[in-house]
């Protein structure tokens, strides 16, 4: 893995998105790096570790993870969020807080067939079998099409597209075998059952308009979670820190600043403007 570190402060790992890298987090980085050290992770096989071969797998990422960067806080967005989930149940005294941005415990609607609890806050099951497949046809038209679902829904749509299109591939595209170890990852997750024994404090913050994960996951994933609490950023996509950065930067500094004080986070659901 590769980590970038930049400002000064408490610290904040934070991990990217399906396809991603960490340098689309530069929005919040220009909010947040004058209080708090952040640590931009590149997943293997994604951004400056375009090469790095270790499998995307969430426990032994968490376990490195939390190794090189002890005593923080961690966000995680969207994929990056089963990573980030996954420190902060595994190790939680090396995690002080978990913030989760259009990430959910799991990304797949299910109406209990399978044996698990229904969840209606997904996307259809065929979705990212459907990306897998398109991958092989047309590797970076599939990724256009993805960054443009990303954006779809924000009222800002066209800046946060032209965004994601101008940072996305900015450190080279990511490895064909990460982006289906990563679809894979987004398929058969379900750490829902997990949620009642995360010992840290936790902030779930979801845009209304998201089209990938529905905002309503967020909340649901909030109430199964103790010590947490939900944001849903009203004119927002699936990537509320580009059209909606002040407001997610606000959001997340509270967080970090309550947690630290070791206030309890009590559990509600904030709809924001």
Do not use: K
């Amino acid at each position: 893995m590769f980590i970038e570190t930049r400002g000064q402060g408490p610290a904040l790992a934070m991990i990217h998105g399906w396809a991603m890298h960490g340098g689309l987090f530069e929005p919040l980085v220009e909010r947040l790096a004058n209080r708090y050290t952040l640590h931009l992770v590149d997943l293997p096989g994604h951004g400056h570790a375009r090469d790095h071969a270790a499998l995307l797998e969430p426990h032994a990422i968490a376990a490195e993870l939390v190794a090189r960067v002890p005593d923080a806080a961690w966000l995680g967005w969207s994929l990056g969020g089963l990573f980030a989930l996954r420190a902060a149940l595994d190790h939680p005294r090396l995690v002080r807080g978990l913030v989760m941005v259009a990430s959910s415990p799991r990304f797949v609607s299910g109406d209990g067939s399978d044996g698990a609890a229904p969840w209606p806050h997904g996307v259809s099951p065929s979705l990212f079998r459907d990306f897998g497949e398109a991958l092989g046809r047309d590797f970076r038209g599939t990724l256009e099409g993805f960054l443009a679902l990303e954006a779809l829904g924000s009222s800002s749509t066209q800046d946060d597209l032209r965004n994601l299109r101008e940072r996305a591939f900015e450190r080279g595209e990511p490895a064909p075998r990460a982006l289906l170890e990563g679809l894979d990852l987004l398929d058969r997750s379900d750490l829902r059952a997990h949620l009642p024994a995360l010992q840290v404090p936790s902030l779930w913050i979801s845009g209304r308009r998201d089209r990938l994960v529905p905002a309503a996951a967020m909340p649901a994933a909030a109430a199964l979670a103790p010590m947490a609490r939900s944001v849903v950023i009203g004119n927002a996509g699936h990537a509320p820190f580009l059209g909606a950065a002040d407001e997610v930067a606000r959001e997340i500094d509270q967080f970090l600043r309550q947690s630290a004080a070791s206030v309890p986070v009590p559990e509600q659901e904030i709809h924001a403007p």
